[in-house]
């Protein structure tokens, strides 16, 4: 990824006009990014890579402070590289802020300090917390909450995370009783931070990222009373719920002390818009840590019958409508590179992977589910876990990077299949974008496994471009024009499927053979000798001692009582 500008455009630089820059603070990666606002150029950027840690099997941590730092050195080190190319950043008029979404933070509002870990999104450790939720809902249905949230009961969402810390970090605990705990998702935490802290910093949220919470009503915009008392949650922790378009509050420290932060979008939400699919029926899939693939489906919402989910997409401005989103989610999509690379060590760099698999150009029959987080849409099965299967001994590590990009690309197919069945549309090419649209051969492969075109821009960086242009548009900074004649036409590549539609549906079909193998691994409760009972009568040598030792007793007593009559 190109860090600087073309030369050409730095001689050029009285005439760049205002800009618009963006934080992205994704899963794996904070990077900072500045746009010219009348031509959507990105002018210059800088990433810093975010640590996770694995405390336990399931379990997925980030620390806050790791979070919010990272955010300034990108500010710092993009202000240094723009001044190098004699780009003034008093130019910048607005800043926007995009965001992983549902990882949940706590933190004390009178010290600053967080008082646990993020939980990240990714992480599973509710899933006890959430198998006795749908217990506790009539015939055990998931999509209880549905009608109001647009999402099922899982560990996905912020609801339980925020519950997980309540019930188990005594810090935590005490904070709410003291009134003195604040609950985010990371767009909250930095805009709060940005904007004084504990000196006044502005405690709110978006529409995005608070539909992603399952503690906001999807109609009526706002935090709900009933779904706060289900998960016994006081509302007095959560931030204030503002459109994803207007002046939040300023920057108080820093390169860009006094520059309004004015946009604000869940990731995906971002990205929907910096790929401009504003009218009903446009999509988008971004290829992050996860695969997310979004459609707009206009200012109404609608349920999906086939395991997506309804979320809010974007509301431009205070006074704009909301607009609404099918949303497809992959737990597991450029986090099996990682995987590869830190865990198997068969690749050393993620584009090593694109090599290796285009060297056997096949898995040659492998297949690989990687459901390290279980599996999300359209199954939502919290007890799925990863299998590599169909291996023969002719298997070797490049069948195995091979099978990986299929993965993400099946995955891809199965959500794309939900939305078309949805619909009754079937979407005629796909939109994509994020890290992984750089490996070529994925495209490639997507575009055979779908049986349609994949469509790329040349500028990959769309999601931060979403969370630019929703800032630039806000009212009061007003630097950026959403009007589709104003909007800039983007230029991109199209892969077309090169294989016959007979040969994309077998795989497919063993891929989905093989994704039944991968469910209801994982149960919740300690497993005894393969029996879910963990009763000590569930050992049967064991049981009968018990017994018959109780029996003993009883007949000794009842000898003895006798003997004495």
């Known amino acids: 990824m190109n860090d600087t500008m073309p030369m050409a455009a730095s001689s050029n630089r009285i005439m760049l006009g205002p800009l618009v820059a963006a934080i992205d603070q994704g899963t794996s990666s904070t990077r900072f990014l500045v746009f010219n606002a009348k031509t959507a150029e990105l002018l210059s950027h800088h990433q810093v890579e975010i640590k996770q840690s694995f405390p336990k099997e399931g379990w997925v941590e980030e620390d806050p402070k790791e979070i ?213 029926g446009q999509a988008k899939n971004t290829y992050g840590t996860g695969c997310f693939l979004l459609k707009n489906v206009g200012t109404k919402p609608v349920m999906s019958d086939h395991g997506l989910l309804t979320t809010v997409a974007y509301k431009l401005g205070r006074d704009k409508p909301a607009c609404y989103a099918l949303e497809g989610s992959v737990a597991i999509a450029g986090a099996v590179v990682r995987w590869l690379k830190d865990n198997l060590g068969i690749i050393q760099t993620s584009t090593e992977l694109e090599k290796l698999a285009a060297d056997v150009g096949t898995s040659y029959g492998c297949y690989f589910v990687p459901a390290f987080s279980g599996l999300y849409a359209p199954y939502w099965e919290p007890s799925a876990r990863g299998i590599i299967c169909g291996l023969t001994q002719f298997t070797n590590r490049s069948h195995l990077a091979f099978a990986a990009l299929e993965a993400v690309c099946f995955q891809t197919r199965e959500i794309l299949d939900a939305m078309n069945q949805d619909s009754g549309i079937n979407l005629s090419q796909l939109q994509v974008d994020g890290g992984m649209t750089s490996n070529r051969l994925l495209m490639q492969l997507q575009a055979d496994i779908l049986c349609i075109p994949v469509v790329k821009p040349s500028m990959p960086e769309t999601t931060a471009l979403g969370a630019a242009m929703a800032a630039g548009a806000a009212e009061g900074v007003s630097v950026w024009s959403l009007n589709p004649e104003d909007l800039t036409e983007v230029t991109s590549e199209k892969f077309e499927p090169q294989i016959n539609p007979e040969e994309s549906e077998l795989r497919y079909a063993r891929w989905k053979k093989a994704v039944q193998r991968a469910m209801n691994w994982e149960t919740i409760e300690p497993v005894n000798s393969g029996n879910e009972d963990t009763s000590i009568f569930s050992s049967v040598p064991l049981g009968f001692y018990i017994l018959g030792s109780m029996f003993m007793l009883i007949g000794a007593k009842y000898i003895a009582g006798q003997k004495l009559a």
């Not at 099922?152 to 019930?167: C, E, G, H, N, Q």
Request: with cysteine; hydrophobic share 35%.
């Open 68 to 280: 919010l730092q990272s955010v300034y050195e990108c500010m710092d080190r993009t202000c240094e590289k723009l001044t190098q190319l004699n780009i003034d950043v008093s130019n910048i008029k607005a800043v926007g802020v995009t965001n992983q979404r549902e990882t949940t933070l706590v933190w004390d509002k009178q010290t600053g300090e967080p008082l646990y870990n993020a939980i990240v999104w990714l992480d599973l450790r509710t899933q006890s917390t959430v198998e006795r939720l749908i217990n506790k809902t009539p015939g055990k249905n998931k999509n209880h909450l549905k009608d109001k949230t647009g999402l099922p009961i899982s560990t996905y969402f912020s609801a339980v995370k925020l519950r997980w810390l309540m019930d188990n970090v005594e810090k935590v605990h005490e904070a709410v009783l003291s009134h003195r705990a604040m609950f985010g998702t990371v767009d909250s935490w930095l805009i709060w931070c940005l904007t004084g802290g504990k000196n006044g910093g502005v405690h709110c949220t978006d529409v995005t990222n608070a539909s992603r919470t399952m503690l906001f009503n999807i109609h009526t915009m706002d935090w709900d009373p009933e779904l706060c008392i289900y998960f016994d949650i006081p509302m007095g922790i959560l931030p204030k719920v503002r459109s994803s378009s207007e002046i939040y509050g300023l920057m108080k420290s820093g390169p860009l002390t006094g520059v309004p932060i004015s946009g604000c979008l869940g990731d995906q939400s971002a990205a929907l818009v910096g790929q401009m699919c504003f009218k009903d």
